[in-house]
């Protein structure tokens, strides 16, 4: 416990020099929370300009807009927009290190089957040309997490996302 | 292990935020102090429970943050320094005849709170009858009355 002084009449444990340091520290607490909800309002924490980001192939074949910083156990999108001319089916895959390191909650369009393997996980898409494809992810692991997306027989594009706990 | 790593970050991140917040914000001055913690434990809870609902996760996270808390009180008492980081040290705004209003405004506390303590536990009528008024470390107000100073 703090050792007591007197002041005047009373003992009491003040202590001016510490509280002065601890009003200044304060002083720059303040200061600090509020730069941390100004980033966190611009994406720094996810869901913002900050952490938008996209990916693109030289070609524009493939674009991947995602968030570069998400959070553990919360909603993130990948949003794959597809140039690609009308077929019966299309493939999209990612790194199974990526898809294990996160939980897929939804694919829009639903896909027509999912193979795993060559460290892979492919989705098999009925479409029209140029389609967009929206993967509803829940990230279940911390840190980075450096991923790839490509098109089957195609071209492919490598991003990472930082995930918060 | 990754309970006992959740309650340990969230006991330590409440108390740097109640540190750098200051002595009298949440120290039950006004009803919206107590919507403050209601609001507080709210947003806590899911960081502390995960998707763990289950009885021996909230046993054992309650366990954690009953442990942490009897080791800090135990540094506590052996470090006076320690004392003083973690909880602050209280600090004397009415000193007789001196009022530290510097001290008032720092610790953002004004005479009609201290006259609302010097009613509320002395029922004192005017602040010329308060000889100490102190801003205690845990926020609260104490006063001691000119009368029963010896």
């Known amino acids: 416990m703090s050792e007591l002084r007197r002041v005047r009449d009373i003992q009491i444990s003040q202590d001016l020099d510490f509280q002065r340091r601890e009003w200044t520290l304060q002083r720059v607490g303040w200061l600090v929370l509020l730069a941390v909800i100004l980033l966190a309002a611009l994406g720094a924490c996810g869901n913002g300009l900050l952490a938008s980001a996209s990916r693109r192939t030289p070609n524009d074949a493939l674009v991947l807009r995602y968030e570069r910083v998400a959070r553990h156990r919360a909603e993130t999108l990948l949003q794959i927009d597809l140039r690609t001319p009308a077929s019966d089916t299309l493939a999209v895959w990612l790194n199974d290190s990526y898809v294990h390191a996160v939980d897929v909650e939804d694919i829009v369009p639903e896909p027509e089957s999912i193979v795993s393997g060559n460290g892979r996980i492919t989705y098999y898409f009925a479409t029209e040309a140029n389609p967009t494809i929206t993967f509803h992810i829940k990230p279940n692991k911390l840190g980075p997490r450096p991923a790839t997306l490509g098109l089957e027989g195609g071209p492919n594009v490598r991003f990472r996302q930082f995930v918060l706990p | ?150």
């Open chain 2, 1 to 150: 292990m990754d309970s006992i790593i959740r309650a340990i970050v969230v006991y330590l991140v409440v108390l740097v935020l109640f540190r750098i917040a200051g002595k009298r914000s949440l120290s039950d001055a006004s009803t919206f102090d107590l919507v403050l913690t209601l609001i507080i434990s709210e947003a806590l809870q899911q960081a502390l429970i995960d998707d763990d609902n289950s009885m021996t996760n909230a046993f054992l996270l309650v366990t954690v943050i009953i442990v942490v808390d009897i080791i800090f009180s135990l540094i506590k008492q052996k470090s006076p320094l320690f004392a003083k980081i973690l909880e602050g040290t209280p600090v004397v705004l009415i000193e007789q005849d001196t009022t530290h209003t510097r001290y008032m405004e720092r610790e953002r506390v004004d005479e009609s709170e201290i006259m609302q303590a010097a009613r509320k536990d002395h029922g004192l009528q005017r602040l010329d009858q308060v000889a100490y008024a102190v801003v205690e470390a845990s926020g609260e107000i104490s006063v001691i009355p000119k009368e029963s100073v010896k």
